[in-house]
């Protein structure tokens, strides 16, 4: 079968897939039974590990959850329903940990207790209590908004309807995890295809009284809102909800130290087979709420929790081929093709071998009977080689020292900050002129999170490419529409739908914008954070006439790494030149700064000098929970000048001058406790 008509097949089966996905999401009426349904999911995941060339936003290999369903009323969440950070290894916990420190500015000898609470494998709820009595049940939906669940989620037995208790908060968001036990799922296996889903279509019925038929459980491990509760910390909370009514996991534990946490994951891990409900891992929460307050979250998770996961299914295959791929940044992947082998469910065709270091320690070659593992959801990687069933005649792989692009020499650089050289190996031309970094470097650019083109996507960036349509960014703008008419596929009203993509994208927030440059290191995060700190475009591409790179250190969440990747990007001229035609061509907006009231608010700060028992990093972020603004030296904008241990005298000075209020750091606390 040719490349047009497997195209066409796949295409084929995601539009059913998305039809019975509408039936059964929307209006709860499904076409097809559940094993039909797996059935045709698998087709679509072996359809993309088989071949490369097929990519949908649609797949279900790229959407897990959904946005609530139009069959229940859409609720916001009164605080939002966060996801967590992954660890799969010791060296992740540690890292974790060190953040912590590093960022509560405490010493390596400070103790941190975590709740250490196995990760249930179910659906996330939400119970709005008020005055004692279960109010609302939500789903956790997006995260921002659920499905108005309640009168399915008062059909579950153990969910508590009406709280006596004297201590109980009048207000608070109850959360935990609905799921089925193992031994009731043996009676529901015809229906569902494993016991979360069985949990999700049971909690979703239209009917409560459907509901009511499936043997739902719940067991609760947080809170979200809250008004009256009086406990200090995560493992007193969760005795509480005990004797509030609520169950709760009995494997729950309080822990310190990473050795400790490390011993009950692995004493975790071994009873696992033997519970009567599915966990996918453990999370670990600092036990102490002030702290958590304290850390906050970054994004879309908290800093002060993370989720510790169990070794995924392992498989045996045996690798075909190793290719190597060239990314946006240069980097050169290998990737091992193996024979397509089933690991927990899905197709592995393809498995990183992350880098040459990595190939060598395990030396892995072609030919080789190799241990496939899928950590989590990760790319899945090679565990180890079966030496014993390598043949005679094997090779060693001899990886490339030039670029199989371009043919430049590729080089490992060193890291400034861990004093090493990288493992990765790079290609070492001018960003755009080879061609795999180019391709890469505009299919980033077209991407969902930076200008999120409709209809232009990564086939079409390679097909222009090839061309000769587009080389640079700004080409995607000034497109010859005239050739594209010509090009099998392509109509005067498909011209027409890209054409229009096109235009209505060339507006776009100073963020993304900045995202969409494909700049080493700077992630979207990272280029909300520099958004801010520069507010303009102007002032953005300014930066290499004023040559003041040194101003960016003092952007929260920017290090000296970020530094010198943008430094690198505004020392070549191409860069330049595309940032010049962008300019013409494009309409960046401003960012936009938050306006909130807090006890800080239209007050300017800098801080000099070392703080006590709190980080550079927490002060700013302070300032900023608390509606006040950072700035990054001693002028007539600056309000307060927060003065620690050996300050730098000549802000000091500088401020005194301009009149600028001085404050230490117990006259800074006292303001944020103002209201």
């Not at 709420?289 to 299914?313: D, E, M, Y």
């Not at 200008?451 to 080409?475: A, C, M, S, T």
């Not at 700064?593 to 028992?613: A, D, Q, R, S, Y």
Request: with cysteine; glycine share 6%; charged share 30%.
């Amino acid at each position: 079968m040719n490349k047009k008509k497997i195209a066409a097949e796949y295409k084929r089966k995601i539009k059913t897939i998305n039809k019975l996905n509408i039936f059964y999401f929307d209006k709860s009426k499904p076409l097809v039974s559940d094993a039909e349904y797996d059935k045709l999911k698998n087709e679509i995941l072996v359809l993309e590990a088989k071949h490369n060339f097929l990519k949908s936003k649609d797949s279900p290999s790229k959407n897990i959850g959904h946005k609530p369903s139009k069959n229940f009323i859409k609720v916001s969440h009164r605080a939002p329903m966060l996801s967590l950070a992954n660890a799969f290894s010791k060296e992740d916990l540690i890292n974790f940990e060190k953040k912590i420190f590093n960022f509560l500015s405490v010493k390596k000898n400070f103790n941190i207790y975590y709740s250490a609470e196995p990760k249930i494998d179910g659906i996330s709820a939400s119970l709005i209590y008020k005055d004692g009595e279960l109010k609302t049940g939500l789903s956790r939906g997006d995260g921002k908004q659920g499905e108005d669940i309640t009168e399915n989620i008062k059909t579950i037995k153990n969910i508590p309807k009406k709280i006596n208790s004297k201590d109980f908060p009048i207000d608070i968001d109850i959360r935990g995890e609905v799921f089925i036990q193992n031994s009731d799922f043996k009676n529901l296996k015809e229906k569902f295809a494993n016991p979360r889903n069985a949990a999700s279509g049971s909690l979703r019925q239209k009917d409560p009284n459907d509901t009511k038929k499936i043997p739902l459980n719940f067991i609760a491990y947080t809170f979200g809102f809250e008004k009256g509760l009086s406990v200090n910390n995560q493992f007193d909370f969760l005795k509480k909800l005990n004797e509030w009514g609520f169950k709760t996991n009995p494997l729950n534990k309080l822990i310190s130290g990473v050795d400790n946490l490390i011993e009950n994951y692995n004493k975790v891990e071994k009873r696992r087979i033997n519970l009567d409900f599915d966990i996918d891992g453990i999370v670990y929460k600092i036990n102490d709420f002030t702290l958590q307050k304290r850390l906050g979250n970054v994004a879309n998770a908290p800093r002060w929790a993370i989720a510790h996961k169990f070794s995924s299914n392992k498989a045996t295959s045996e690798i075909l081929g190793i290719d190597i791929q060239i990314g946006r940044t240069g980097a050169l992947t290998p990737v091992a093709k193996i024979k397509p082998v089933n690991i927990g469910g899905v197709v592995v065709s393809n498995a990183t071998l992350h880098n040459e270091e990595e190939i060598t320690r395990k030396d892995i070659r072609v030919g080789d009977t190799v241990t496939v593992e899928r950590a989590g959801d990760v790319i899945p990687h090679i565990l180890s080689v079966d030496l014993k069933k390598r043949s005679k005649d094997s090779q060693e792989f001899i990886f490339p020292n030039t670029c199989p692009s371009c043919g430049s020499k590729t080089v490992k650089d060193f890291n400034s900050s861990t004093k090493k050289i990288d493992a990765v190996r790079r290609c070492s031309s001018e960003d755009y002129f080879c061609e795999k970094i180019s391709i890469e470097k505009l299919k980033h650019f077209v991407s969902k999170e930076a200008f999120n083109i409709d209809g232009f996507g990564k086939k079409i960036v390679e097909n222009f490419y090839r061309l000769k349509l587009i080389k640079y960014p700004q080409d995607i703008f000034t497109l010859k529409y005239d050739k594209i008419e010509s090009l099998d596929g392509w109509g005067k009203l498909s011209i027409e739908n890209l054409k229009y993509s096109i235009n209505e994208k060339k507006r776009i927030s100073l963020e993304r914008f900045l995202y969409s440059l494909g700049i080493r290191h700077i992630g979207l995060e990272n280029a909300k954070l520099i958004s801010k700190h520069f507010n303009s475009f102007s002032n953005f591409k300014n930066l290499s006439k004023k040559n003041n790179y040194k101003d960016l250190i003092n952007i929260d969440g920017i290090g000296e790494t970020q530094v010198n990747s943008i430094k690198y990007f505004f020392s070549n001229k191409i860069n330049l030149k595309i940032l010049d035609e962008l300019e013409k061509i494009l309409t960046v907006t401003n960012a936009q700064i938050e306006k909130k009231n807090g006890p800080l608010k239209n007050k300017t700060f800098l801080v000099t000098g070392k703080l006590i028992e709190i980080s550079r990093a927490e002060v700013k972020s302070l300032i900023e929970t608390n509606s006040g603004t950072i700035v990054s030296s001693v002028s007539k904008k600056l309000d307060y000048l927060v003065v620690g241990e050996k300050p730098t005298n000549k802000k000091v000075i500088n401020a005194k001058e301009l009149n600028i209020k001085i404050i230490n750091q117990d006259q800074f606390l006292k303001m944020l406790k103002k209201s």
